[in-house]
């Protein structure tokens, strides 16, 4: 009991100087860019890109607004299993 709580006063007393430090700002300012000027490069994130584009893409205006219909309380085409 004693070796424990001895333990937890030390691992205390060493980590209170980094909770009272003030975290040093990241050096130059940060700048957003255009979108026009992002370009994936082929790779792990272009392709997911690829696959999500696709995807999205292949879905019909209805099943894209579904759920705006239903917060809406509006009833889709949907509902009657895609029949109009």
Known sequence: MKRTRLVTLLLFVLAFPALKADPKPAPGKLKS???QK???LPGLFKA???LSRKYV????ND???QNFYLEAGLK???MNNGRK
Do not use: A, Q, T
């Open 33 to 35: 860019v255009p979108v």
């Open 38 to 40: 992002v370009k994936l």
């Open 48 to 50: 997911r890109y690829d």
């Open 57 to 60: 893409m292949s879905l019909s």
């Open 63 to 65: 099943n894209l607004l």
């Open 76 to 78: 889709s085409f949907l």
